[in-house]
């Protein structure tokens, strides 16, 4: 056991006073646990096994390795590299509760404000105190326009070029931010844009554009959801700033084990 004699001696001693029992039938030759004792020591047993798993478990929540991680994500950035950012994470932490939540950017800040969400991936750019934005980079934008369109056919255009055209896009509410972002490089090349069909989803945009009710603007991302009737075509010096918040304040494990993989892909092809 690694002590002498004497303080050993001394240790059965003190149990066994404070148990009020003895624990051993002693000759001088041998010491031999008596039946109760035997039952005691199982019970010992199951203490110590489940102050291990107790320890245990701390050591995996306190470094990530469990937990609960909850993301909330605009619909359109799941179309960009998010998917195998998300992958790698959950290949690395399996015992991680992960759950990803698909609203719209204002839904996103209120969710990280409550509490409801650890972490959330929003366009455009906010002043909200509450809000701490861990990570930010840009993705391209692109004008979305039917085939038949004479736009189609160039390798890269300028917003100027939409004046005239009638928009299709998601109702302001659901993206504050990127509408604001939208409408005021619009608004720097002498026009608003003027929205005559709305959409609550990239995928009803591009139907509509397809089916000849306007064209519309979006992250290079959505491209990946063309129907064969549109065109996606770079709008010359227009990027949207894309962003992965959180409540300002520390970040649980699991969330900074996210982000570090984060920092590591590239969330934007």
Same mark, same amino acid.
């Given at each position: 056991?690694?002590?002498? +004699?004497? =303080?050993?001696?001394?240790?059965? %001693?003190?149990?066994?006073?404070?148990?009020? #029992?003895? /624990?051993?039938?002693?000759?001088?030759?041998?010491?031999?646990?008596?039946?109760?004792?035997?039952?005691?020591?199982e019970?010992?047993?199951?203490?110590?096994?489940?102050?291990d $798993?107790? *320890?245990?478990?701390?050591?995996?929540?306190?470094?990530? +390795?469990a937990?609960?991680?909850? /993301?909330?994500?605009?619909?359109?950035?799941?179309?960009?590299?998010?998917?195998?950012?998300?992958?790698?994470?959950r290949?690395?932490?399996?015992?991680?509760?992960?759950?990803? @939540?698909?609203? &719209?950017?204002?839904?996103?800040?209120q969710?990280?404000?409550?509490?409801?969400a650890? /972490?959330?991936?929003?366009?455009?750019?906010?002043? #909200?105190? !509450?809000?701490?934005?861990?990570?930010?980079?840009? !993705?391209?934008?692109?004008?979305?326009?039917?085939?038949?369109?004479?736009?189609?056919? %160039?390798?890269?255009?300028?917003?100027?070029?939409?004046?005239?055209?009638?928009?299709?896009?998601?109702?302001?509410?659901?993206?504050?931010?990127?509408?604001?972002?939208?409408?005021? $490089?619009?608004?720097?090349?002498?026009?608003?844009?003027?929205?005559?069909?709305?959409?609550?989803?990239?995928?009803?945009?591009?139907?509509?554009?397809s089916?000849?009710?306007?064209?519309?603007?979006? =992250?290079?991302?959505?491209?990946?959801? @063309? =129907?064969?009737?549109?065109?996606?075509?770079?709008?010359?010096?227009?990027?949207?700033?894309?962003?992965?918040?959180?409540?300002?304040?520390?970040?649980?494990?699991?969330? &900074?084990n996210?982000?570090? *993989?984060?920092?590591?892909?590239?969330?934007? =092809?």
């Open positions: 056991m690694g002590i002498a +004699q004497p =303080p050993l001696t001394r240790q059965i %001693k003190l149990l066994e006073s404070r148990l009020q #029992c003895r /624990l051993f039938g002693r000759t001088s030759r041998s010491s031999k646990l008596k039946v109760a004792s035997e039952q005691f020591l019970s010992a047993r199951a203490v110590v096994a489940s102050a $798993h107790a *320890i245990a478990a701390m050591q995996r929540l306190g470094s990530g +390795q937990g609960q991680l909850t /993301l909330a994500t605009a619909p359109s950035l799941m179309l960009g590299a998010l998917p195998k950012t998300i992958r790698r994470y290949k690395m932490y399996r015992s991680v509760d992960f759950r990803p @939540l698909e609203m &719209a950017t204002s839904a996103i800040l969710a990280i404000q409550t509490g409801a650890d /972490l959330g991936l929003i366009r455009g750019v906010d002043a #909200c105190p !509450e809000i701490e934005t861990h990570l930010r980079w840009e !993705e391209a934008m692109v004008a979305i326009v039917p085939n038949d369109s004479p736009l189609a056919a %160039k390798d890269v255009v300028s917003v100027s070029q939409l004046r005239s055209e009638p928009f299709v896009f998601f109702p302001r509410h659901l993206g504050p931010f990127f509408f604001a972002a939208v409408t005021e $490089h619009c608004q720097r090349a002498g026009f608003r844009p003027a929205v005559s069909q709305e959409a609550r989803q990239w995928s009803s945009i591009l139907s509509f554009v089916a000849g009710m306007g064209v519309s603007i979006g =992250p290079q991302s959505v491209a990946v959801l @063309l =129907p064969k009737a549109v065109t996606s075509v770079p709008i010359r010096g227009f990027r949207t700033a894309v962003r992965l918040v959180g409540r300002r304040s520390a970040l649980n494990p699991a969330a &900074a996210f982000l570090k *993989i984060a920092r590591q892909e590239r969330l934007v =092809p």
